[in-house]
């Protein structure tokens, strides 16, 4: 067991790591209606399409210059078919594909299986995630100066993934452990014998200097709790909110806008046609230099999911979007052995 304070090695600026992940870089979901999510993430979001076919969509936001970091593909229940992590050079593929068929996870070579992408390799991790690791993807036009094309959210680019998982600490184990992610964050409640700082409940986690690459958070998993968008900056969020309410589209609005205490980041949560968790992001931190300390937060602290101390829709702790096993079918999935909610929110 590691904990967020733990040393880690480091080689080369960074983390020792069995492979090179730079930073989470795109997402493949499920959908039931290919049209009505075009409208919806490329419509209303403002994300660009890059390519489509009849049964799948490619799409990138203003500032990505690889060909995307949303693949939207027709099924016939939601789900998530993967999520994506770039990584260093061409070796480091070999490299995760040995990682994980020494661990006994299914593993597989994937040649021009999406779009604008030649090789990756994708394995269903310890965890139960369907996860895809990739080194080269076709270039893009960067839309980042094409102010007369940016409309919606003003999204410029994919920033993170939060996992719902029923075991954080080992989830954290892993991510931090094994694979060379730093922590920027925590949520822990009391202490507890043999564990002083008290047990996870969330972390966040990051290769890319911002807070995070990967949030874990408590609950039955393995299942994607959401997605996230770097938007331009905050008035690009609260400007959409007043799109969809202009559109009556405001159902589309689960949670926000506001501010977290973790992390800092202004946010805006939506739910797309199909029910997938999308979050609006900007504005947090830098977190590359080397003497970066993690920073805890109590699970009894009304701050630490909205710094304005806003309640959290019991939702959004309770539904996910399942993801995919090397069968086709959902992941079955594990009820959390930790709950945050049931820990009693303090006044600050």
């Given at each position: 067991?590691?904990?967020?304070?733990?040393?880690?090695?480091?080689?080369?600026?960074?983390?020792?790591?069995?492979?090179?992940?730079?930073?989470?870089?795109?997402?493949?979901?499920?959908?039931?209606?290919?049209?009505?999510?075009?409208?919806?993430?490329?419509?209303?979001?403002?994300?660009?399409?890059?390519?489509?076919?009849?049964?799948?969509?490619?799409?990138?936001?203003?500032?990505?210059?690889?060909?995307?970091?949303?693949a939207l593909r027709l099924g016939p229940r939601p789900a998530v078919g993967h999520v994506a992590f770039l990584v260093a050079s061409e070796d480091d593929l070999g490299r995760a594909a040995t990682y994980y068929r020494a661990r006994g996870c299914p593993v597989r070579i994937v040649e021009r299986e999406n779009a604008g992408q030649p090789r990756a390799v994708r394995v269903h991790d310890p965890l139960g995630f369907p996860l895809e690791f990739f080194a080269n993807m076709t270039m893009a036009e960067s839309l980042l100066q094409r102010y007369d094309l940016h409309r919606g959210a003003?999204?410029?680019?994919?920033?993170?993934?939060?996992?719902?998982?029923?075991?954080?600490?080992?989830?954290?184990?892993?991510?931090?452990?094994?694979?060379?992610?730093?922590?920027?964050?925590?949520?822990?409640?009391?202490?507890?014998?043999?564990?002083?700082?008290?047990?996870?409940?969330?972390?966040?986690?990051?290769?890319?200097?911002?807070?995070?690459?990967?949030?874990?958070?408590?609950?039955?998993?393995?299942?994607?709790?959401?997605?996230?968008?770097?938007?331009?900056?905050?008035?690009?969020?609260?400007?959409?909110?007043?799109?969809?309410?202009?559109?009556?589209?405001?159902?589309?609005?689960?949670?926000?806008?506001?501010?977290?205490?973790?992390?800092?980041?202004?946010?805006?949560?939506?739910?797309?046609?199909?029910?997938?968790?999308?979050?609006?992001?900007?504005?947090?931190?830098?977190?590359?230099?080397?003497?970066?300390?993690?920073?805890?937060?109590?699970?009894?602290?009304?701050?630490?999911?909205?710094?304005?101390?806003?309640?959290?829709?019991?939702?959004?702790?309770?539904?996910?979007?399942?993801?995919?096993?090397?069968?086709?079918?959902?992941?079955?999935?594990?009820?959390?052995?930790?709950?945050?909610?049931?820990?009693?929110?303090?006044?600050?």
């Amino acid at each position: 067991m590691v904990r967020p304070g733990d040393r880690q090695t480091w080689a080369g600026g960074r983390p020792a790591a069995p492979f090179d992940i730079v930073r989470a870089a795109h997402c493949e979901l499920i959908v039931t209606d290919l049209a009505r999510s075009r409208e919806f993430y490329a419509g209303a979001l403002g994300l660009a399409v890059t390519e489509e076919t009849a049964r799948a969509l490619y799409l990138r936001g203003y500032e990505d210059r690889h060909h995307h970091c949303l693949a939207l593909r027709l099924g016939p229940r939601p789900a998530v078919g993967h999520v994506a992590f770039l990584v260093a050079s061409e070796d480091d593929l070999g490299r995760a594909a040995t990682y994980y068929r020494a661990r006994g996870c299914p593993v597989r070579i994937v040649e021009r299986e999406n779009a604008g992408q030649p090789r990756a390799v994708r394995v269903h991790d310890p965890l139960g995630f369907p996860l895809e690791f990739f080194a080269n993807m076709t270039m893009a036009e960067s839309l980042l100066q094409r102010y007369d094309l940016h409309r919606g959210a003003r999204i410029m680019r994919l920033d993170h993934f939060n996992l719902h998982v029923p075991d954080v600490q080992a989830a954290f184990d892993y991510y931090y452990g094994a694979l060379g992610f730093r922590c920027s964050e925590y949520i822990a409640g009391d202490p507890a014998p043999g564990v002083p700082d008290g047990p996870l409940y969330a972390a966040w986690l990051f290769r890319k200097p911002n807070v995070h690459d990967v949030a874990l958070t408590a609950g039955a998993g393995p299942r994607l709790h959401h997605l996230a968008f770097w938007t331009a900056d905050t008035d690009a969020i609260i400007g959409f909110c007043d799109q969809l309410g202009g559109a009556g589209r405001y159902a589309a609005i689960e949670r926000g806008p506001g501010r977290h205490g973790i992390g800092n980041a202004f946010y805006l949560y939506l739910r797309d046609p199909d029910g997938h968790r999308v979050e609006l992001y900007t504005s947090d931190y830098w977190t590359g230099d080397p003497d970066l300390q993690p920073r805890r937060w109590s699970a009894g602290n009304a701050q630490r999911r909205s710094f304005w101390g806003h309640e959290v829709p019991e939702r959004w702790y309770r539904e996910s979007s399942e993801v995919l096993g090397p069968d086709g079918l959902p992941v079955p999935l594990s009820e959390p052995a930790a709950n945050e909610r049931a820990v009693e929110v303090l006044p600050q």
